[in-house]
């Protein structure tokens, strides 16, 4: 069966790659800094099961100090001009477009193919993990596909992918090492604590302010945790089922739901939602890191008040 | 109640507005609070480091990357801008749209993960946002191209967002179910994925009506 755990083994050769070649790049300062980086990224996506939680641990550090001290760099691997790029572009012609669209065809097919056919029940990719195994095979055979068509040098793959990790940065760790953070905070009671001051500012009898209170908890403790499945647990467990669903007599499928779907307004405005939010930043080298949350406020705050309004109408006919 | 923990949170919030470096922060804000809740320090740190190994799925997105690239080299960016400027009628607002229309379907029916920001709208999306904003505006400053860009990502995540839940085999959707069930009411996924439907149709409209206005306004502010 091909499981993630073969994802992870492809994804660290290919950090490790861009390891290596950071080390051997003299046109960036930081050179060893971008090496340590990387190399500790491959480190901890090929024997990440084998050095213990303490060794995992350590190696966080390690990848926050160097980020965090300023020792990562931005590598120049060698690539085409903006004008050969326009030549290329020209004499290629529409085809180009062929390779880019391999990634999601192979992944969209794929993934329908392999649920709505036999093969489903064959096992031969981990159980909901189907569409990650074929993303990957898509990005074998579109690299294959480039190989055979254009004939680039042989480490173009690792050079070209190096460019862009590079120009991320940092911000391609980050998210998951909010997603640990997020971890922690739950380890501390943050949730329950949150939870019982949200209880504490609702006041007693009005419904609607009831749903309110429980729509913007959801964005707000969404917004400091970064996801909306970190805070549907607490808002549920503190308004959501006692008040809205059990005392108000409300329909809990609509109660869930588009509580849920408050909380997601709340991912739209937070830099901790990194992924989402700050990645996309750095991919297209925005002036502000912040840009892009921004940019969501003015979607995300009409929507949760109609969430709200949601909740208030269709819960409670 | 020990309200320390709580302290965590606040040393994120300050880190990010003070705009320090988000890695140094989050490891500090993680250490803080373990350390507040009254574990001991070795704990906290292989508390973390277990933690992010449980999360490495989300570091499989970058495969992508060496292929990007490579068709970067190739003129992939270029391509997709002189594709948009043959279009006579395609607008930013009009194409971006579009992309919200086809990344909520496609969520909608669990393939949430073909598209994204390295995926699509890096090399494709804000190609060709830009090639359309100049046409409709003339050369694009700064800021304009900063808006087009940033709105092309906002798109990509409103689109996911609000799709993603109708697709009743979802995360989000298994953990709705799972928490009620802990208080004895038992829901169907399908029962709950009906409910994303009127926030998807409302996210689409109010969105697609922030696209539109764009257009207005590269079209006002320029030639």
């Keep these: 069966m091909i499981t993630l755990h073969w994802l992870y083994l492809l994804a660290g050769a290919m950090f490790a790659g861009f390891a290596i070649l950071s080390a051997g790049d003299r046109s960036n300062a930081k050179r060893w800094g971008n090496a340590a980086f990387w190399g500790l990224m491959a480190l901890s996506l090929l024997g990440g099961d084998l050095i213990g939680d303490l060794g995992n641990g350590f190696l966080v550090l390690g990848l926050a100090a160097l980020a965090g001290f300023g020792f990562v760099g931005r590598g120049q691997p060698a690539t085409t001009s903006e004008a050969e790029r326009e030549a290329w572009s020209a004499r290629l012609g529409n085809k180009l477009f062929l390779p880019a669209l391999i990634i999601p065809a192979t992944a969209l097919l794929g993934t329908l193919l392999y649920n709505y056919s036999p093969l489903g029940s064959s096992g031969l990719f981990e159980a909901k993990r189907e569409t990650y195994v074929l993303l990957g095979l898509g990005v074998l055979l579109a690299i294959l596909t480039i190989f055979v068509w254009l004939k680039p040098p042989p480490l173009t793959p690792l050079q070209e992918g190096r460019r862009l990790i590079d120009s991320i940065g940092w911000a391609a760790v980050l998210p998951q090492m909010l997603a640990a953070l997020g971890v922690l905070f739950a380890a501390a009671g943050v949730g329950d604590i949150i939870g019982g001051l949200t209880r504490s500012v609702i006041p007693e009898g009005s419904l609607f302010l009831t749903a309110a209170v429980f729509g913007i908890g959801m964005a707000l403790f969404t917004m400091v945790m970064g996801n909306a499945f970190a805070a549907f647990p607490v808002m549920a467990a503190a308004i959501g089922v006692p008040l809205l669903i059990q005392d108000y007599g409300g329909n809990p499928a609509v109660v869930g739901a588009v509580g849920m779907l408050a909380g997601f307004c709340g991912t739209l405005m937070t830099p901790m939602a990194a992924n989402f939010n700050l990645v996309p930043a750095a991919l297209l080298e925005l002036k502000d890191q912040y840009g892009v949350v921004k940019a969501q406020v003015a979607t995300a705050l009409p929507l949760l008040a109609l969430n709200i309004l949601i909740i208030y109408v269709a819960a409670f006919r | ?223």
């Design chain 2, 1 to 223: 109640m020990n309200y320390w923990p709580l302290l965590g949170i606040l040393l994120v919030v300050a880190g990010f507005a003070l705009r320090l470096n988000p890695m140094l922060v989050v490891t500090v804000a993680a250490l803080a609070t373990g350390l507040l809740a009254g574990l001991d320090p070795l704990a906290v740190i292989a508390t973390f480091g277990k933690a992010f190994n449980d999360n490495r799925i989300i570091a499989i997105v970058w495969i992508v990357l060496p292929v990007i690239g490579m068709l970067e080299r190739f003129g992939l960016q270029q391509r997709a801008a002189t594709l948009i400027r043959s279009m006579r009628k395609a607008t930013t607002g009009k194409l971006l749209l579009l992309y919200l229309g086809y990344r909520q379907l496609t969520a909608a029916i669990g393939l949430h993960s073909t598209a994204g920001q390295a995926q699509t709208v890096r090399p494709l999306v804000a190609p060709m946002a830009l090639a359309a904003a100049e046409k409709e505006h003339g050369e694009l400053d700064e800021e304009t191209a900063e808006t087009v860009k940033e709105l092309a990502a906002a798109t990509d995540n409103v689109g996911l967002f609000f799709g993603e839940d109708i697709f009743f085999a979802i995360g989000s959707i298994v953990l709705i179910q799972a928490t009620l069930a802990t208080y004895g009411i038992d829901l169907a996924p399908l029962q709950l994925a009906v409910w994303a439907i009127p926030t998807a149709i409302l996210a689409f409209l109010i969105h697609g009506a922030r696209l539109l206005l764009l257009d207005r306004r590269l079209r006002r502010s320029g030639k």
